[in-house]
């Protein structure tokens, strides 16, 4: 049996849980990794967060064979992705250099617990109104809500590790940091958002 882990240089680690919750919250559409038989298995799908807790909640489509893996308190795998953007070799100061991948993630593993009818509803709910649409639910029937509900299935993760890496030009020089917030402060919304997380590293 081996331990699932991600790699993490060092100077890429993140060992304050703060922004990994954040990153949580506003990158809530990860991905859930079960590996039944040592086959991986995963599914695309909304979290709620919840830090208080030290939880994960989600639900999948009752037709999708992923819940049946998570009847067993087996760990599992969530793996959320904030902004990423690539590195251009030209904006260092030196040369010859390589191009990478500048990128915030989180690794999430917890034991599962299937959740009942009442706790399902509560994770819709709170699902909805974390994204601002909670009238979205409260606008439909009991019967249709209900009909709906019972073609999912709710789950929670009760979390045993957070693992997070923020690959932001941490081992590069303070001019070529600088370099790189500018470029990418040119481009679009993924790479101005990279760009940010570096801004917040500088003194």
Same mark, same amino acid.
């Given at each position: 049996?081996?331990?699932?882990? *991600?790699y993490?240089?060092?100077?890429n680690? =993140?060992t304050?849980? %703060?922004?990994?919750? +954040?990153?949580?919250? /506003?990158?809530?559409? %990860?991905?859930?990794?079960?590996?039944?038989d040592?086959?991986?298995?995963?599914?695309?799908?909304?979290?709620?967060a919840? /830090?208080?807790?030290r939880?994960?909640? @989600?639900? =999948?489509?009752? %037709?999708?064979p992923?819940? $049946? #893996?998570l009847e067993t308190?087996?760990? =599992?795998?969530?793996?959320?992705?904030?902004?990423? %953007?690539l590195?251009?070799?030209?904006?260092?100061?030196?040369?010859?250099?390589v191009?990478?991948?500048?990128y915030?993630t989180?690794h999430?593993?917890?034991?599962?617990?299937?959740?009942?009818? +009442? &706790?399902?509803r509560? !994770?819709?709910?709170?699902? *909805? /109104?974390?994204?601002? #649409?909670? @009238? +979205? *639910?409260?606008?439909?029937? &009991?019967?249709?809500?209900?009909?709906?509900?019972? &073609?999912? =299935?709710?789950? &929670?993760i009760?979390?045993?590790r957070? /693992?997070?890496?923020f690959?932001?030009? $941490?081992?590069?020089?303070?001019?070529? !940091? !600088?370099?790189?917030?500018?470029?990418l402060? !040119?481009?679009?919304?993924l790479?101005?958002?990279?760009?940010?997380?570096?801004?917040?590293?500088?003194?």
């Amino acid at each position: 049996m081996y331990s699932i882990q *991600m790699y993490i240089p060092t100077f890429n680690a =993140v060992t304050e849980e %703060a922004p990994l919750w +954040d990153l949580m919250r /506003e990158f809530n559409f %990860a991905m859930l990794i079960t590996a039944p038989d040592g086959i991986p298995f995963a599914t695309s799908i909304p979290f709620t967060a919840l /830090e208080n807790t030290r939880k994960l909640t @989600a639900h =999948v489509a009752k %037709a999708n064979p992923q819940w $049946q #893996h998570l009847e067993t308190p087996k760990e =599992v795998l969530v793996v959320f992705q904030a902004e990423h %953007a690539l590195i251009s070799s030209r904006w260092y100061e030196k040369h010859p250099n390589v191009p990478t991948w500048n990128y915030a993630t989180v690794h999430v593993y917890g034991t599962p617990r299937l959740l009942n009818t +009442d &706790e399902t509803r509560a !994770q819709l709910i709170a699902l *909805m /109104e974390h994204h601002g #649409h909670g @009238a +979205d *639910m409260s606008a439909l029937s &009991e019967k249709y809500k209900t009909g709906m509900q019972n &073609e999912l =299935v709710g789950f &929670e993760i009760s979390i045993t590790r957070l /693992e997070g890496k923020f690959k932001l030009s $941490q081992n590069r020089s303070k001019q070529d !940091q !600088q370099n790189v917030i500018a470029k990418l402060e !040119q481009q679009g919304e993924l790479e101005r958002g990279i760009a940010a997380r570096m801004k917040e590293l500088q003194p």
